[in-house]
Nanobody, 116 residues
Framework: QLQLVESGGGLVQPGGSLRLSCAVSGASLDYYTIGWFRQAPGKKREGVSCDSSSDGSVYYADSVKGRFTISRDNAKNTVYLQMNSLKPEDTAVYYC?????????WGQGTQVTVSS
């Protein structure tokens, strides 16, 4: 059974940076496309970025292009999301999951709050 645990969230001022981590256990990361998703208060969960295991291609939502970078360390079985130039509208709970997501793999997420 695949398990994914998010960490690295926190409170940051506008323009600041955070790096989120998604630690994967139960299987090798080599075989999975992992995505980052977020859900802001009162809004639906949305895809932010994903990183393909098969061809290395990456996807970014338009709202984060040029500011967020996804990466993976297969040796550590961990996927990262580097978030720079953060904006208040980036405030949300961030989750990682397979992409397309599997309902059983949603975790607790990690809260990111961008506020002055």
């Amino acid at each position: 059974q695949l398990q994914l645990v998010e960490s690295g969230g926190g409170l940051v001022q506008p323009g600041g940076s955070l790096r989120l981590s998604c630690a994967v256990s139960g299987a090798s990361l080599d075989y999975y496309t992992i995505g980052w998703f977020r859900q802001a208060p009162g809004k639906k969960r949305e895809g932010v970025s994903c990183d393909s295991s098969s061809d290395g291609s990456v996807y970014y939502a338009d709202s984060v292009k040029g500011r967020f970078t996804i990466s993976r360390d297969n040796a550590k079985n961990t996927v990262y999301l580097q978030m720079n130039s953060l904006k208040p509208e980036d405030t949300a709970v961030y989750y990682c999951n397979r992409d397309p997501p599997v309902v059983d793999y949603w975790g607790q997420g990690t809260q990111v709050t961008v506020s002055s």
